[in-house]
């Protein structure tokens, strides 16, 4: 499926902004940890974060919430902009038909909006090379590019929208008790705004939906 090509409004979180920003030392150093890192086999969920309301950076509305997604062709579409080596290779271990949660962050109250599918796996992040763009890399080179981005198609809203101080009372309860959410990445790798999530994980927080609050 070829991509969706739209104006890049995808956010950098507090982490990537700090990678990409940080001295040259330390980007050598967090490329080469970043690396090594992939995604385990048993992660085949995702949890993918972006900005519903509008910021503005050089002028430009980062802002793209899930119902900016449904609004696209198809409802889908290209999740460009980040700039974060973990982050990137978590996309990179995406795989067609797996499901993402989309979270909203950065906003009066975080949480998962909804849920949507991997439609195209990792290629080139094209926002990379466009001088305009709010995400451009100099550093970056056609021949080498550094990032890489994934085409994702909305599948539905969720039953209610699910808020990061509910899921942070499950996290802390489920430390205690051995429950599914003790080692989720929202907690543990907070700044990443591409998280892997376990089948366990997955579940647990659909079940939330049919739960009261």
């Given at each position: 499926?070829?991509?969706?090509?739209?104006?890049?409004?995808?956010?950098?979180?507090?982490?990537?902004?700090?990678?990409?920003?940080?001295?040259?030392?330390?980007?050598?150093?967090s490329k080469k940890n970043a690396e090594k890192?992939?995604?385990?086999?048993?992660?085949?969920?995702?949890?993918?974060?972006?900005?519903?309301?509008?910021?503005?950076?050089?002028?430009?509305?980062?802002?793209?919430?899930?119902?900016?997604?449904?609004?696209?062709?198809?409802?889908?579409?290209?999740?460009?902009?980040?700039?974060?080596?973990?982050?990137?290779?978590?996309?990179?271990?995406?795989?067609?038909?797996?499901?993402?949660?989309?979270?909203?962050?950065?906003?009066?109250?975080?949480?998962?909006?909804?849920?949507?599918?991997?439609?195209?796996?990792?290629?080139?992040?094209?926002?990379?090379?466009?001088?305009?763009?709010?995400?451009?890399?100099?550093?970056?080179?056609?021949?080498?590019?550094?990032?890489?981005?994934?085409?994702?198609?909305?599948?539905?809203?969720?039953?209610?929208?699910?808020?990061?101080?509910?899921?942070?009372?499950?996290?802390?309860?489920h430390r205690a008790s051995g429950g599914p959410?003790?080692?989720?990445?929202?907690?543990?790798?907070?700044?990443?705004?591409?998280?892997?999530?376990?089948?366990?994980?997955?579940?647990?927080?659909?079940?939330?939906?049919?739960?009261?609050?």
């Amino acid at each position: 499926m070829p991509p969706t090509r739209r104006r890049s409004k995808r956010k950098l979180n507090s982490g990537e902004a700090a990678e990409t920003e940080s001295p040259a030392k330390k980007k050598v150093e967090s490329k080469k940890n970043a690396e090594k890192s992939s995604a385990p086999s048993e992660f085949s969920h995702w949890l993918m974060k972006s900005e519903p309301e509008s910021r503005f950076e050089n002028g430009i509305d980062v802002k793209f919430g899930i119902e900016d997604l449904k609004a696209l062709p198809n409802q889908t579409g290209c999740w460009d902009g980040v700039r974060n080596y973990q982050a990137r290779n978590f996309m990179r271990n995406m795989k067609e038909g797996q499901l993402a949660f989309f979270y909203h962050s950065n906003c009066k109250v975080p949480g998962i909006a909804g849920v949507i599918k991997i439609v195209k796996e990792a290629y080139v992040d094209h926002t990379q090379f466009d001088k305009k763009d709010v995400h451009y890399d100099a550093s970056s080179r056609p021949e080498n590019p550094k990032w890489s981005m994934v085409d994702v198609q909305f599948q539905r809203m969720m039953k209610r929208f699910i808020p990061l101080a509910e899921l942070k009372e499950h996290h802390l309860e489920h430390r205690a008790s051995g429950g599914p959410l003790k080692d989720m990445a929202l907690f543990t790798r907070a700044r990443l705004s591409v998280q892997p999530l376990t089948s366990e994980e997955f579940d647990f927080v659909l079940s939330l939906e049919d739960q009261q609050p």
